[in-house]
């Protein structure tokens, strides 16, 4: 039963890359820049991911800014704060460049088959949270609805879906989940703010959203991402997209100790897959497990949906050029 997209240790595959892909739990592969080193090798990394499984899933953390895996023979992506700048000052500009910089994110990642971009990021922008910081798009949630929906339009231009981040809420909390597990202890009406870009992007379509390591005991004493009061509340909101666990490797989700029964809670709670990144020990104990998913059948559904769409090679070259000309002419604008 797929259960888990793993991390892999460098920029080729080993004999236990291999195996490990091979294994029933495994749903696909996120990349990180360990395994990059030029765009050759990732499209030999990629197409021999591929042949080891064509039906995995491949994906990596590539929002722009800080948060950028591939940078040499890359477009440099502006952080999403740029864009919430421009917003501020030339909104109609923001939303046309916010849209482009999806373009190429879809287009340069398409290059090398790989299905989508961890993004957009929805949560708030304050300076309470240094995780998050110049990640965010603005402040005010309606602009980062806004220029989440433009960031997607581009990238459903180019046949790729989108990832929205961190349910219900990151922005706003003190504490990084990389290295604690962090308490919002505000009310259901503080955090409405929080919520609403969430609320939007689910009326307007995303394919999928993830839950963040972090403690609302307003609702729940469990990390969002293993509470099934959280995942429930998505889906009463009508969300049927795919929720992904954010990274079970971060501190905010080891409370539960085991690799494995981490897996296990979050689908429990009714994540349809997990993301196991950078503990390459934890990820051989995981994948050596059988999992149960109470719903196996729409998730694997909601899965099969993010693989990246075909699109017409002409338009979509074309589409690219004209993003990136759009950027490159309004550089000074995403400063």
Same mark, same amino acid.
């Given at each position: 039963?797929?259960?888990? *997209?793993?991390?892999?240790?460098?920029?080729?595959?080993?004999?236990?890359?291999?195996?490990q892909?091979?294994?029933?739990?495994?749903a #696909?592969?996120?990349?990180?820049s360990?395994?990059? !080193?030029?765009?050759p090798?990732?499209?030999?990394?990629?197409?021999?991911?591929?042949?080891?499984?064509?039906?995995?899933?491949?994906?990596?953390?590539?929002?722009?800014?800080?948060?950028?895996?591939?940078?040499?023979?890359?477009?440099?992506?502006?952080?999403?704060?740029?864009? #919430?700048?421009?917003?501020?000052h030339? &909104?109609?500009?923001?939303c046309?460049?916010? @849209?482009?910089?999806g373009?190429? *994110?879809?287009? @340069?990642?398409?290059?090398y088959? *790989?299905?989508?971009?961890?993004?957009p990021?929805?949560?708030? $922008?304050? &300076?309470?949270?240094?995780?998050?910081?110049?990640?965010?798009?603005?402040a005010?949630?309606?602009v980062?609805?806004?220029? %989440?929906? %433009?960031? +997607?339009?581009?990238?459903?231009?180019?046949?790729?879906?989108?990832?929205?981040?961190?349910?219900?809420?990151?922005?706003?909390?003190?504490?990084?989940?990389?290295?604690?597990l962090?308490?919002?202890?505000?009310?259901?009406?503080? =955090? @409405?703010?929080?919520?609403?870009?969430?609320?939007?992007?689910?009326k307007?379509?995303? @394919?999928?959203?993830?839950?963040?390591?972090?403690?609302?005991?307003?609702?729940? !004493?469990?990390?969002a991402?293993?509470?099934?009061?959280?995942?429930?509340?998505? =889906?009463?909101?009508?969300?049927?997209?795919?929720?992904?666990?954010d990274?079970?490797?971060?501190?905010?989700?080891? #409370?539960?100790?085991?690799?494995g !029964?981490?897996i296990?809670?979050?689908?429990?709670a009714?994540?349809?897959?997990?993301?196991?990144?950078?503990?390459?020990?934890?990820?051989?104990?995981?994948?050596?497990?059988d999992?149960?998913?109470?719903? $196996?059948?729409?998730?694997? +559904?909601?899965?099969?949906?993010?693989?990246?769409?075909? *699109?017409?090679?002409?338009?979509? %070259?074309?589409?690219?050029?004209?993003?990136?000309e759009?950027?490159?002419?309004?550089?000074?604008?995403?400063?």
């Open positions: 039963m797929s259960a888990v *997209i793993i991390g892999i240790a460098g920029p080729q595959l080993q004999p236990q890359d291999i195996a892909l091979k294994q029933s739990a495994c #696909g592969v996120i990349l990180f360990r395994n990059y !080193e030029s765009p090798q990732l499209q030999a990394l990629c197409t021999a991911i591929r042949d080891t499984r064509p039906d995995l899933l491949l994906c990596v953390d590539h929002e722009g800014g800080r948060v950028q895996r591939f940078r040499a023979g890359f477009t440099a992506i502006p952080a999403a704060a740029a864009f #919430g700048c421009c917003f501020d030339r &909104p109609l500009l923001a046309q460049l916010a @849209e482009a910089a373009t190429v *994110i879809a287009y @340069e990642l398409r290059q088959d *790989i299905d989508f971009s961890l993004t990021i929805l949560d708030l $922008a304050d &300076p309470v949270s240094t995780v998050i910081g110049d990640r965010a798009f603005h005010n949630p309606a980062v609805a806004i220029l %989440a929906d %433009a960031l +997607r339009r581009g990238l459903h231009k180019l046949g790729m879906t989108a990832v929205g981040k961190h349910y219900p809420g990151h922005g706003r909390v003190s504490g990084d989940s990389h290295h604690t962090p308490h919002d202890l505000r009310d259901l009406a503080e =955090r @409405e703010a929080d919520l609403y870009p969430f609320l939007h992007q689910i307007s379509g995303i @394919e999928a959203l993830m839950p963040a390591h972090i403690v609302y005991p307003h609702i729940d !004493e469990r990390p991402g293993y509470s099934p009061q959280h995942i429930a509340a998505l =889906r009463h909101y009508g969300f049927d997209g795919a929720i992904i666990s990274d079970l490797d971060m501190a905010g989700a080891q #409370g539960i100790a085991d690799p !029964e981490r296990q809670a979050a689908l429990a009714g994540a349809d897959v997990t993301l196991m990144c950078n503990d390459l020990a934890a990820i051989r104990q995981a994948l050596s497990r999992y149960h998913l109470p719903d $196996a059948a729409n998730s694997a +559904r909601r899965l099969a949906a993010l693989h990246a769409r075909p *699109i017409d090679t002409a338009s979509a %070259a074309a589409h690219y050029r004209a993003a990136q759009l950027l490159q002419a309004h550089a000074a604008d995403l400063v």
